[in-house]
């Protein structure tokens, strides 16, 4: 059974700092790994997404990487501010069509 | 494009009345998905539609809930009768052409059951 988890659960930073959350799934066979971001009482946004082919995405501030055989995932975040103050979600597809998710990771950017 | 619609975005009611969830997907996207949001268990897919057949339910977590897509560009979630431990945030989401693409979600419905 694919499981997800994130580390850390929650993350609090200073403005301008750069910060790198982790997402790890148990089982290789996935189809892509998504990245969103949920602020309260919202929707998820997605970020980024890697097909399973790839070894990584960029968009903006934001660079994720996958690396399938180990099982990982990293989001990193450049120059932090206060905006990205949200909680940011991994995501794994597998076979059958389901995104199975982790817990998240609670973001606090200080200005 | 007004992005996925999801209808009331909060829900209180008294266990045992039916409740009924409403989406909108975003046009021309031929996959629609049902997500639960609890704290203890985090996110989860309950039933998803490709082009408005019903592919996978086992999620859905008893015969009391039920979804429907009557064409494409309507779902329904229902629960009845509702309970307590039913109370959280369903989120509907949809993709384009397949469901290797990315999801677009709604902003959800909070539902609350006394």
């Known amino acids: 059974k694919q499981e997800v988890t994130q580390i850390p659960a929650a993350l609090s930073v200073p403005e301008g700092e750069n910060l790198v959350l982790n997402c790890s799934f148990t089982?290789?066979?996935?189809?892509?790994l998504q990245w969103f971001r949920q602020d309260p009482g919202k929707g998820l946004t997605s970020l980024l997404l890697i097909q399973s082919s790839q070894r990584e995405q960029t968009s903006g501030r934001l660079n994720a990487s996958l690396d399938k055989s180990s099982g990982r995932s990293t989001l990193y975040i450049a120059a932090s501010q206060p905006g990205d103050s949200a909680t940011y979600l991994c995501a794994v597809l597998v076979q059958g069509g389901k995104l199975i998710f982790g817990q998240g990771t609670e973001l606090s950017v200080k200005p | 494009d007004a992005g996925v619609i999801q209808s009331p975005r909060h829900e209180v009611t008294e266990m045992g009345q039916e409740v009924t969830l409403r989406c909108k997907p975003i046009s021309g996207h031929d996959y629609l998905f049902w997500y639960r949001q609890t704290m203890m268990r985090g996110l989860e897919l309950l039933i998803y539609f490709n082009n408005n057949v019903p592919i996978d339910d086992s999620g859905m977590p008893e015969d009391r809930f039920s979804a429907k897509m009557p064409n494409a560009s309507f779902s329904t979630l229902k629960i009845q009768p509702s309970e307590p431990r039913d109370s959280a945030v369903y989120f509907c989401?949809?993709?384009?052409?397949?469901?290797?693409?990315?999801?677009?979600f709604g902003p959800g419905t909070r539902l609350l059951v006394l």
């Open positions: 089982d290789s066979a996935i189809y892509n």
């Open positions: 989401a949809s993709s384009e052409q397949g469901y290797l693409e990315t999801q677009y």
